[in-house]
């Protein structure tokens, strides 16, 4: 199984039905927002156990071997999705939390927060995975041992 592929994958979807359930709730429609961003909490819980299925059958570890004038925004990128993706499982848990328990004030007031750190996240997952598999030939190194 092509578990970064199924990683980046949960990340999208992830992101589409955040962008999905920010459009419902704008235009009114609470229960499809309130479906929509559980579906994208299963995504990312989904991911979580993917990428910790991946990292734990003992999966090369695939570094950056892209071309060198693209190393400094990969790395800023890889470090800034890190950094934020370790607080949005808490964002996400407390948001939806908040939301469950009628708490709309508070719930509103993270969720502005904990939207745009989320569909960072979600994005920069799929565009690492792209530059690490797709873009560049860090797979296909990481793959040969050299």
Excluded: C, D, Q
């Excluded at 199924?6 to 359930?21: P, Q």
């Excluded at 890190?82 to 499982?89: F, K, W």
């Amino acid at each position: 199984m092509n578990l970064p592929l199924l990683n980046a994958s949960l990340n999208g979807t992830a992101g589409l039905l955040l962008i999905g359930g920010f459009i419902a709730i704008r235009a009114g429609k609470e229960k499809l927002h309130i479906r929509l961003m559980m579906f994208a909490l299963l995504a990312s819980a989904a991911f979580l156990i993917s990428y910790g299925l991946h990292h734990l059958t003992g999966a090369l570890t695939v570094k950056y071997a892209g071309p060198e004038s693209w190393k400094t925004a990969y790395l800023v990128l890889l470090l800034t999705h890190t950094v934020l993706a370790a607080v949005v499982p808490f964002l996400a848990i407390r948001v939806a939390f908040l939301g469950i328990k009628g708490r709309r004030e508070a719930h509103r007031k993270l969720a502005r927060v904990t939207f745009p750190i989320w569909i960072y996240v979600s994005i920069t997952g799929v565009l690492i995975y792209l530059v690490l598999y797709v873009w560049t030939n860090s797979w296909e190194i990481a793959r040969a041992g050299i």
